[in-house]
């Protein structure tokens, strides 16, 4: 379904608090059965990575972020821009800073946060994504994980920053379209270029929980972009929107199942 995008003056830039510093600690690279997941908790609560503005009214806290992909011949993005899909997506999941859990904040229309960012094959590798594509050797199979040896800055993973005020706005739902909306999503505009051996990393080296002594690689840990009803979907102040009303962007977006999943195996601060 093809949806026409409503610009939102409103939605300007959003503050990144403590994405461009490396907290002090271990993050934990993992396979939970379903995607490879880095869990952010840092050694204390000073230490935590936030986002504020950009129409957001509160304050959100980072807790993970996982990745969803396709196969070595098929793309496996969960979000769609004009019709098309790309290897891979990565979504940051953040919290509501004024909640005290996961079960709390999913009670609440404002209680999460996540950031979607599309990939797109490059020629040549993203240092940036060495750490974390180093570490699919240690996480092959379901409830492996790594301890890295240091963090890093979160916002190397992201496009560059004059393109973050590009993005598009919508609320969702963690599980079917009638249940109560808890997730505000906004998807980037700017694709991350990684390289194709990088990608082919995710799908050849970690897998699917095993059927007796068989493994299964684990390709296509995507769901299909789902029908977006009565939900309107907002371009920010910076977004791409044709003038010409017959080629307006449109984006298929995601009500996803598999995101009440993630989070529920997250358990995040207590």
């Known amino acids: 379904m093809r949806r026409r995008l409503l610009r939102d003056s409103n939605l300007g830039d959003i503050l990144f608090e403590g994405y461009d510093q490396a907290p002090p600690g271990k993050w934990r690279l993992m396979n939970d059965g379903h995607t490879v997941m880095m869990s952010l908790e840092g050694e204390s609560m000073m230490e935590h990575i936030n986002i504020t503005s950009g129409g957001l009214r509160d304050k959100y806290r980072a807790l993970q972020f996982h990745f969803h992909w396709g196969s070595l011949t098929g793309n496996g993005s969960e979000h769609t821009i004009d019709g098309h899909q790309y290897p891979m997506e990565m979504h940051i999941v953040h919290m ?13 229309p404002n209680g999460l946060a996540v950031l979607s960012f599309l990939f797109k094959a490059s020629d040549t590798d993203n240092s940036n994504y060495n750490t974390i594509v180093a570490g699919l050797k240690n ?5 492996d994980f790594v301890d890295l040896s240091s963090t890093f800055c979160l916002d190397n993973l992201l496009p560059d920053t004059a393109q973050l005020s590009k993005y598009y706005r919508y609320k969702g739902s963690l599980t079917t379209p009638d249940c109560s909306e808890v997730v505000i999503w906004t998807v980037f505009e700017e694709p991350i270029l990684i390289s194709q051996s990088q990608l082919n990393a995710f799908v050849t080296t970690v897998h699917f929980p095993a059927t007796g002594s068989t493994l299964l690689k684990m390709t296509n840990n995507f769901r299909s972009p789902q029908p977006l009803k009565n939900r ?18 449109s984006i298929h977006f995601l009500l996803p199942p598999l995101l009440a999943l993630l989070i529920d195996q997250f358990s995040g601060p207590s």
């Open 232 to 249: 309107k979907v907002y371009a920010s102040r910076d977004a791409t929107i044709s003038h010409s009303p017959m080629c307006s962007p």
């Open 139 to 143: 996480i092959s199979r379901e409830g």
């Open 96 to 108: 509501n800073v004024q909640y005290k859990s996961i079960a709390e904040a999913k009670g609440h």
